[in-house]
């Protein structure tokens, strides 16, 4: 499975959009993006996945660059529960999950 | 949702003896359960894969026989650490992959046991 890379830490102001990037630029034609996030001491959670079109559900949207070696996380209005790290990853389905380090998101009041 | 929990939440013992954690798929079947340990401040690491009836496959570097998995059945699988040291203190997570998830194929997470050995 391809490797991401992620800043290390981001802030964002609390009812504002957190855009969180990630690049995969060896990602391969069937693999997808997925993105967890885990909150202090808890196990991750499920946020959103994609393959090539950019996709939306209740808690997030998923861009996925035309080129797919890059994608962005966007939280539409961050509160404070979003505090948390952010893992991106990418794999072939079937295929186990393997974590980088993420990006540590911090929700500012 | 689908739901996955763990047994015990958190556990504390002597150096030497063994530890068993449950996972279980509260709501789905899963075929395939996956074990991570997490050190503080770290990203969490696979440890194993656990296919139900089968023989669990194990990353490189991780002990096959001080860590034991178990995947009984469809919704249960359990990690043994057995003679347990003070460096096996950590977070263990598990995760299941739903049997009838067909192209979403994505893995439940459960909320992890906190292993602290003394």
């Known amino acids: 499975d391809a490797k991401t890379t992620q800043p290390p830490s981001m802030d964002c102001a609390e009812g504002r959009a957190a855009n969180l990037p990630c690049n995969h630029s060896?990602?391969?034609?069937?693999?997808?993006v997925y993105w967890y996030r885990q909150i202090h001491s808890q196990g991750p959670q499920y946020i959103i996945h994609g393959l090539k079109n950019n996709e939306t559900n209740e808690m997030a949207s998923l861009i996925i660059t035309e080129d797919r070696k890059s994608s962005t996380l966007i939280l539409p209005h961050a509160t404070l529960r979003d505090t948390a790290v952010y893992y991106c990853?990418?794999?072939?389905?079937?295929?186990?999950?393997?974590f980088g380090t993420g990006t540590s998101l911090t929700v500012i009041p | 949702g689908a739901v996955v929990s763990q047994h015990p939440s958190r556990v504390i013992c002597k150096s030497g003896t063994s530890v068993k954690i449950e996972c279980r798929s509260l709501?789905?079947?899963?075929?395939?359960m996956f074990w991570y340990r997490q050190f503080p401040k770290q990203s969490l690491m696979l440890m194993a894969t656990s296919n139900e009836g089968s023989k669990a496959t194990y990353e490189q570097g991780v002990e096959k026989d001080k860590f034991l998995i178990n995947h009984a059945s469809l919704t249960l699988s359990t990690l043994t650490v057995t003679s347990a040291h003070p460096e096996d203190s950590s977070f263990y997570i598990c995760s299941a992959r739903d049997r009838l998830a067909g192209g979403r194929d994505t893995q439940y997470f459960g909320p992890g046991t906190r292993l602290t050995v003394l």
């Open positions: 060896t990602i391969s034609g069937n693999e997808y």
């Open positions: 709501d789905f079947q899963a075929t395939t």
């Open positions: 990853i990418v794999r072939v389905p079937g295929n186990q999950f393997y």
